[in-house]
Nanobody
């Protein structure tokens, strides 16, 4: 059982920056792939970024490449999302999620079904 607690969201002007953090407890953090997803009003949940257990591989959705950076600190059991050059279309509730390294299904990093544990969600609002 893993519990994820997010912090760091808020309101920002277009072009600004925010940094999210997600703190994990209840498991060995390095044994989990960590991901960030978001959901805007009226839209389906969307993959944003993921990072492997060791931090050696990251993947991003095309719309955030070059603007967002996912990172993790396994000594502190945290994963972060640095968001720069924010756009109004980035407005959404952002969720961190954890997937065990021993997940036996098809691995793409981008499907919500791969992730077993979810944070409570953090609102990001980007004004124009």
């Amino acid at each position: 059982q893993v519990q994820l607690v997010e912090s760091g969201g808020g309101l920002v002007q277009a072009g600004g920056s925010l940094r999210f953090s997600c703190a994990a407890s209840g498991g060995t953090f390095g044994n989990y792939v960590m991901g960030w997803f978001r959901q805007a009003p009226g839209k389906e949940r969307e993959f944003v970024a993921a990072i492997t257990g060791s931090g050696g591989f990251t993947v991003y959705t095309d719309s955030v490449k070059g603007r967002f950076t996912i990172s993790r600190d396994n000594a502190k059991n945290t994963v972060s999302l640095q968001m720069n050059s924010l756009k109004p279309e980035d407005t959404a509730v952002y969720y961190c999620a954890a997937r065990p390294l021993w997940y036996s299904g098809r691995v793409t990093y981008t499907r919500g079904e791969e992730y077993h544990y979810w944070g409570q969600g953090t609102q990001v609002t980007v004004s124009s």
